[in-house]
């Protein structure tokens, strides 16, 4: 058994810790290049963006040293940032700096910082380099009207253009993008109309007992789904130059419930109307592909009944032998849902959606459970 013990301390816990021992040495580490050496696992001190680009600083037991753009080529950091040391058109003369490289391939995206001043560079091919500046809109100089030309030769991603940020998460995405050849839509901000086609129907709380002959468990009564059809507006704000983005929209709908309850050999008939705006905020994240993106989202809802009417008959209110539902004028909950976007063209798009809400209400006995199916079209 202590042989067996001892083969298998052997075979994997030592390797693992083996494993993590190096990770710890080396593994947060980074490297440095010069015209005669390579340094791997070393230890980098990270300047900042501006600092980082006049100097690479290494750090060795309790001593550090200083390289310049002209004593290395390039260096990075454990967590993939390089910069490579470039000459540059610099006042009326050139520098070199080293440059952050933010995408690399057919074209390479590089990002110079300074502290009151940024731009980029694309190098093509490995042969031609220039600066890709942010010019002024409605010139030929403009840096969405270069990414184009730049870019003709993939017509589908040279629309993305039109949306692309001078900062380095956009810029940065593009060009990875275009290297890639991968067509997908770009983030950025949209608004739209939706149109909502809502099954809602009660769940109720316990009931108020108070002053009243009878007590009617409303949790017993066999609520019924009420469709209405209504609008409303939205807006879709990107999370950086990610697949994520925040989904707010603003909902018009109203309702009319009728169900029918029995209590002590009388059958009451109890009609709700109840008019809402309902502003879910979202958060969602989309696949894209080149025309049909799926998507899923998740968040709050809150619902602001802006008017409620209940009525009961059968019962004279005189006989106070049962109480009426409420329903909160504020009610907070959940919404969980997914559908798909078709691209209509590089600005205009129709989604579908199914989506299920949960609200419920403070100090009142009736809560909603909402089953919503919407469709919009973002500008």
């Not at 710890?24 to 290049?33: D, K, N, S």
């Not at 380095?168 to 086609?197: C, M």
């Not at 894209?288 to 993106?293: A, E, N, R, V, W």
């Not at 409420?326 to 989604?351: D, P, V």
Request: net charge positive; aromatic share 14%; hydrophobic share 35%.
């Amino acid at each position: 058994m202590n042989t067996l013990k001892l083969k298998l301390l052997k075979k994997t816990i030592l390797p693992l810790l083996l494993l993590l021992l190096t990770y710890t040495l080396f593994g947060q580490r980074g490297y440095l290049v010069t015209d005669s050496t390579t340094l791997s696992g070393i230890k980098i001190m990270d300047k900042g963006k501006t600092g980082n680009a006049l100097w690479c600083e290494i750090k060795k037991e309790n001593k550090t040293q200083k390289f310049s753009p002209d004593d290395a080529k390039e260096y990075g950091f454990h967590d993939g940032r390089t910069y490579v040391s470039k000459e540059i058109p610099y006042s009326d003369s050139t520098r070199r700096f080293f440059l952050e490289q933010l995408a690399e391939g057919k074209l390479t995206l590089f990002y110079l910082a300074e502290k009151k001043h940024h731009t980029f560079f694309i190098e093509k091919d490995s042969t031609s380099f220039s600066e890709l500046r942010k010019g002024k809109k409605h010139k030929d100089s403009y840096f969405q009207n270069q990414l184009e030309k730049i870019t003709s030769d993939f017509p589908v991603i040279k629309e993305n253009a039109r949306f692309v940020n001078y900062n380095p998460e956009d810029l940065g995405r593009f060009i990875t993008d275009y290297n890639n050849r991968l067509y997908r839509p770009f983030p950025r901000i949209r608004i739209g109309i939706v149109v909502v086609s809502e099954m809602s129907k009660f769940k109720a709380s316990s009931p108020k007992t108070d002053g009243y002959k009878y007590i009617l468990d409303y949790s017993k009564v066999d609520f019924k789904y009420q469709n209405s059809l209504s609008g409303g507006l939205l807006i879709d704000l990107p999370v950086s130059a990610s697949y994520f983005s925040s989904h707010m929209e603003i909902q018009f709908v109203k309702h009319n419930y009728s169900y029918s309850v029995g209590v002590n050999e009388k059958t009451i008939d109890i009609s709700t109307n109840l008019s809402s705006i309902k502003t879910p905020v979202l958060l969602r994240y989309t696949y894209p592909l080149k025309k049909i993106s799926p998507f899923i989202n998740g968040g709050a809802i809150i619902a602001y009944n802006t008017d409620k009417k209940t009525q009961m008959s059968g019962v004279e209110s005189s006989e106070n032998l049962i109480s009426a539902p409420t329903i909160s004028y504020l009610q907070e909950g959940f919404a969980a849902g997914g559908g798909i976007e078709y691209r209509l063209n590089y600005k205009h798009s129709l989604f579908f959606e199914i989506r299920y809400n949960k609200l419920y209400s403070n100090d009142a006995t009736l809560n909603n459970t909402d089953i919503q199916f919407l469709s919009g079209f973002n500008f």
